[in-house]
């Protein structure tokens, strides 16, 4: 397990109380979505943390089948508890089905992946077509810590 997903790991108790930018960049990612998609559709959250968007996505899309992915086994525990679809996993190495989803997205996951073009080609594999993939990142310099 790297580093990254070690620490989300730990924080998945408290991760709620302090993430008030992942939940600022998970609206600013809504704005960014279709307004509908076909029914029955299958959206992945990619690096779900503990689902607030995954939760948001399927309140927006309540015909689709909205499903949380994440590499922290405590984040994803937490959907489950919810009730949300959840796999744990590497967004490198996805076990979902090619050309099935209808929306592919992700907010405040890519920077913490070593490859992330890598992945973004993995994605676009996922994509039904006329499937999108609807990300939110942070670039270099925007958060000084």
Known sequence: ???AVHAFAAAA?????????????????????????????????????T???????????PGSHVCGLDAAWPMTLRLRQRG?????GDAARLPLAQNAFSLVTSSMALQWLDHAWE???????????GGKVVAV????????E
């Open 1 to 3: 397990m790297n580093r």
């Open 119 to 129: 992945v973004l080609q993995d994605w676009r594999r996922l994509l039904c077509p």
């Open 84 to 88: 949300l679809a959840a796999v744990t």
């Open 13 to 49: 108790p408290v991760y709620e109380q302090a993430a008030r930018l992942q939940r600022q960049a998970a609206l600013w990612l809504l704005d960014g979505v279709p307004a509908a998609l076909p029914e029955e559709a299958w959206v992945a959250d990619m690096g779900c943390g």
């Open 51 to 61: 689902g607030w968007l995954t939760h948001a996505l399927g309140q927006r899309f």
């Open 137 to 144: 990142f942070p670039v270099d310099g925007t958060l000084q």
